[in-house]
């Protein structure tokens, strides 16, 4: 059983940043592919970045890409999203999620283990 908690959401302004930090419990975490969603209120779950098990594979949305960050300290058993750049329409409920595969996924059912998430809002 993996356990995943999201911290550093919070309330920032347009063209600001944050960094999310997802933890997770487990002495397999090197070996699982990790990555990030987002769900806006009224919307569904989409997916927002990804980082392959050893860290050096990432795949991101195109709304994101070349704002966001991911990336991941296996050591510390720490994978981390730097959104820059923020917009409004970032919004959203920001979740971690664990594939045991250790392989990218850009689709939720490619993940086994979630978060509780952490409410990102920007401002305009």
């Known amino acids: 059983q993996v356990q995943l908690v999201e911290s550093g959401g919070g309330f920032v302004q347009a063209g600001g940043s944050l960094r999310l930090s997802c933890a997770a419990s487990?002495?397999?975490?090197?070996?699982?592919?990790m990555g990030w969603f987002r769900q806006a209120p009224g919307k569904e779950r989409e997916f927002v970045a990804a980082?392959?098990?050893?860290?050096?594979?990432?795949f991101y949305a195109d709304s994101v890409k070349g704002r966001f960050t991911v990336s991941r300290h296996n050591a510390k058993n720490i994978v981390y999203l730097q959104m820059n750049s923020l917009k409004p329409e970032d919004t959203a409920v920001y979740y971690c999620?664990?594939?045991?595969?250790?392989?990218?996924?850009?689709?939720?059912?490619?993940?086994?283990?979630w978060g509780q998430g952490t409410q990102v809002t920007v401002s305009s």
């Open positions: 980082i392959n098990w050893g860290g050096g594979s990432t």
């Open positions: 999620a664990a594939a045991t595969t250790g392989t990218i996924w850009s689709t939720q059912s490619g993940y086994d283990y």
């Open positions: 487990g002495r397999t975490f090197s070996s699982y592919a």
